[in-house]
């Protein structure tokens, strides 16, 4: 009988391993204001890219960074660091992308400070007025990047993640709605978009004239990751990001951990908590509830009356798999990596 029992949980655990390596990682396109603690949260991100099937990393701009930064090669510096990194990333998971892979799918969005004159460098909140529209404006790489993945005969789910404004979104919408009309309702109704606020206009616009698209709006971001939330990090910063952890680490542009737009792409990481499959499970990317009034936008929700609860809890399981993942980038071998599984 001891025998049998142990016969079918050896079974059943090679069940769990198996669906665990056949889940299909989720699809991924990360918008970025580059704003400092964008630049922070790319180096994780980019930590995390076995995990996801990257399709895209669009520069673009926000209320906060008018003329955003693609002028400045820092996502090209960073990509330049973790090509150096690579050998051993791959040790760890052969599913890291090549740089050569993600320098392919890099693309410049909407950058026009003229899409932005009639907003204050303040956030703009779920369920206002739509003030424009973005029937007029140029098409741009980025937004072209967008249309084109949603185009495609893939009905998975598209993680559409606006670490700064969702202008390029929009446009690509828009052109979807206009130009391919026969295709446009499947197209959008793959996005989830996360917003980490929103960061232009966009945000309203797509709630009103794109229902199907499904709006996360994140502002528990704010006491939880964004500056001044984790100032018990500057050691951790120093000792596991900055030093002696790779030339990627080392170009981590704060003094502690400062990334407001990371739960944006922490939401869509398989860790096992499901986030992903619905909003209102929770994860390291937090938790949604449904806004009244509309039937695919979701904000932050109460825990315990709290709205960053759902993001607080899981910091520090972030902040460890962050911290395994740089051993990766200075290890050569796979046992003498600090492997941390996260609770």
Known sequence: MKELL????????????????TKEKPRVIAMTDGEIDDQSSMIRFLLYTCDIELLAIIETNSVFQRSG????PWLEKQLDAYEQVYPNLIIYNPDYPSVNKIRSVCFIGDEDENHLK???????FTGKEVIYKPDNWNDTPGSDRIVEV????????VHIQAWGGGNTAARAFYKLKTKYPSEYERAVSKVVMYNIW?????GNYIETYHPKVKMLFCGSFSGTWNYNSQKNTYDFITNEVKNNHGPLGALYPQKYVSEGDSPAFLYSIANDLRSDENPGYGGWGGRFTKLEG???VYKDALDDGDDRKSLRRWIEDANRDFQARLDYCVSPKYEDAMLITPR
């Open 6 to 21: 142990t016969c079918i949980l050896f079974v059943c655990f090679l069940n769990v391993c198996e669906a665990k390596q």
């Open 69 to 72: 930064h693609s002028n400045e």
């Open 118 to 124: 009639v907003y204050p460098k303040k956030p703009v």
């Open 150 to 157: 949603l185009l495609e005969k893939d009905n998975r789910p």
């Open 198 to 202: 929103y960061q232009d206009g966009a």
């Open 294 to 296: 509309f039937a695919n």
